[in-house]
């Protein structure tokens, strides 16, 4: 699915007037404005509901333009770009004089990535041989197309049920390829300081590693270490509305049963086999057991079980490897946010 030229034209038109274009991504669909433009991101903000101080991402047409974003950029920004770009890893670099504060939620960095989806780097690069925005630079903010703390959309519909008509244009480009937002590095330590990962992704500290030759520290953000705030780090994030709880495979079949004697609608998001107990269920989902095929689906799955009206979504956990970090991460934060349903279920 790719949108006409004349729908191109009219994205970019939109973004050089300082308006709101929803467009897909390799991850999920972003709503997007005029990085240059202090206005327009801050319709951004306004439709959202997102906090003045939580920063964006800048979408580029390519690695290129990557000094007129950012300053003192390392040697190790540059062979990550090359390595991974386009595609789903964000770099968190010191930014340079023009880039807006709205953009950097105030802070000395901003974070920068070369989107992989056809339809984003289309857009981007027509919106480039356009002249760009604000200043001549071709850059555009887009965070996830939802309610901020919400769950992304990796479709076109979503968009539309989420914002509806706050987007004056929604670049339909079909369901998004990875399904999770991309993997974030801080870079501003510099050279000679091994980076942090602040958000994991498809891209993996372990082939960050073998680009860089040094695998980049994971943590936990604290206020006070001096690392830069970023999209999807707060405790609660990608939430549905329905209360959502974690439970291990084992007890899964457990907690349905509590759940259907207590008269309580259940809706279960499992991977691998069905459990027998999922038959109790008020609704269910089953994702693929492998992280790329269930962080695929993931978020359309959880969409579809926060409109079944059930009083709680169960969500299986996943298997505590490295290469399932991004998707534990994701659910680990849906689940915060949508409270975690300690009422129905005890905990022992």
């Given at each position: 699915m790719?949108?006409?030229?004349?729908?191109?034209d009219?994205?970019v038109?939109l973004?050089?007037?300082?308006?709101?274009?929803?467009?897909?991504?390799?991850?999920?669909?972003?709503l997007?404005?005029?990085?240059?433009n202090?206005?327009?991101v801050?319709?951004?903000f306004?439709?959202?509901?997102?906090?003045?101080?939580h920063?964006l991402?800048?979408?580029?047409p390519?690695?290129?333009?990557?000094?007129?974003?950012?300053?003192?950029?390392p040697?190790?920004a540059?062979?990550l770009?090359?390595?991974?770009?386009?595609?789903?890893?964000?770099?968190?670099?010191k930014?340079?004089p023009?880039?807006?504060?709205?953009?950097t939620?105030?802070?000395?960095?901003v974070?920068?990535?070369?989107?992989?989806?056809?339809v984003?780097?289309?857009?981007?690069?027509?919106?480039?041989?356009?002249?760009?925005?604000?200043a001549?630079?071709?850059?555009?903010?887009?965070?996830?197309?939802?309610?901020?703390?919400?769950?992304?959309?990796?479709?076109?519909?979503?968009?539309?049920?989420?914002?509806g008509?706050?987007?004056?244009?929604?670049?339909d480009?079909?369901?998004?390829?990875?399904?999770?937002?991309?993997?974030?590095?801080?870079?501003?330590?510099?050279?000679?300081?091994?980076?942090?990962?602040?958000?994991p992704?498809?891209v993996?500290?372990?082939?960050?590693?073998?680009?860089?030759?040094i695998?980049?520290?994971?943590?936990?953000?604290?206020?006070?270490?001096?690392?830069?705030?970023?999209?999807?780090?707060?405790?609660?994030?990608?939430a549905?509305?329905?209360?959502?709880?974690?439970?291990?495979?084992?007890?899964l079949?457990?907690?349905?049963?509590?759940?259907?004697?207590?008269?309580?609608?259940?809706a279960?998001?499992?991977?691998?086999e069905?459990?027998?107990?999922?038959?109790?269920?008020h609704?269910w989902?089953?994702?693929?057991?492998?992280p790329?095929?269930?962080?695929?689906?993931?978020?359309a799955a959880?969409?579809e079980?926060?409109?079944?009206?059930?009083?709680?979504?169960?969500?299986?956990?996943t298997?505590?490897?490295?290469?399932?970090?991004?998707?534990?991460?994701?659910?680990?934060?849906?689940?915060?946010?949508?409270?975690?349903?300690?009422?129905?279920?005890?905990r022992?």
């Amino acid at each position: 699915m790719f949108p006409d030229q004349a729908d191109l034209d009219r994205a970019v038109a939109l973004l050089q007037a300082g308006e709101l274009v929803a467009f897909p991504t390799e991850t999920v669909y972003g709503l997007g404005a005029d990085a240059a433009n202090p206005a327009a991101v801050g319709k951004i903000f306004a439709a959202k509901g997102r906090p003045a101080d939580h920063p964006l991402i800048v979408h580029l047409p390519g690695g290129g333009g990557l000094d007129r974003w950012a300053r003192e950029i390392p040697t190790i920004a540059w062979e990550l770009a090359e390595a991974f770009w386009p595609g789903p890893l964000t770099l968190i670099l010191k930014r340079a004089p023009a880039v807006p504060a709205a953009v950097t939620g105030g802070q000395d960095s901003v974070g920068l990535r070369v989107p992989a989806h056809p339809v984003a780097l289309s857009l981007l690069r027509a919106y480039a041989e356009a002249g760009g925005g604000v200043a001549g630079l071709c850059g555009v903010a887009a965070p996830s197309a939802n309610r901020f703390g919400r769950i992304s959309p990796t479709e076109a519909a979503h968009v539309r049920d989420e914002l509806g008509d706050a987007v004056p244009l929604i670049l339909d480009g079909g369901r998004c390829q990875v399904g999770i937002e991309s993997t974030i590095l801080d870079l501003t330590p510099g050279d000679g300081q091994p980076p942090r990962l602040l958000r994991p992704g498809r891209v993996t500290p372990e082939q960050i590693g073998t680009v860089i030759g040094i695998l980049p520290e994971i943590g936990i953000r604290r206020p006070d270490d001096g690392t830069p705030r970023v999209s999807g780090s707060l405790a609660a994030h990608y939430a549905p509305t329905t209360p959502l709880r974690l439970v291990t495979t084992a007890r899964l079949p457990e907690v349905i049963d509590t759940l259907r004697q207590a008269g309580r609608r259940c809706a279960v998001l499992c991977h691998g086999e069905l459990p027998s107990a999922a038959g109790a269920a008020h609704a269910w989902r089953r994702l693929p057991a492998d992280p790329r095929g269930y962080g695929r689906s993931l978020y359309a799955a959880l969409r579809e079980l926060d409109q079944t009206a059930a009083d709680l979504i169960v969500a299986e956990e996943t298997p505590a490897t490295p290469a399932w970090a991004a998707v534990a991460d994701r659910l680990r934060r849906a689940a915060c946010g949508a409270g975690q349903g300690t009422d129905f279920v005890p905990r022992t």
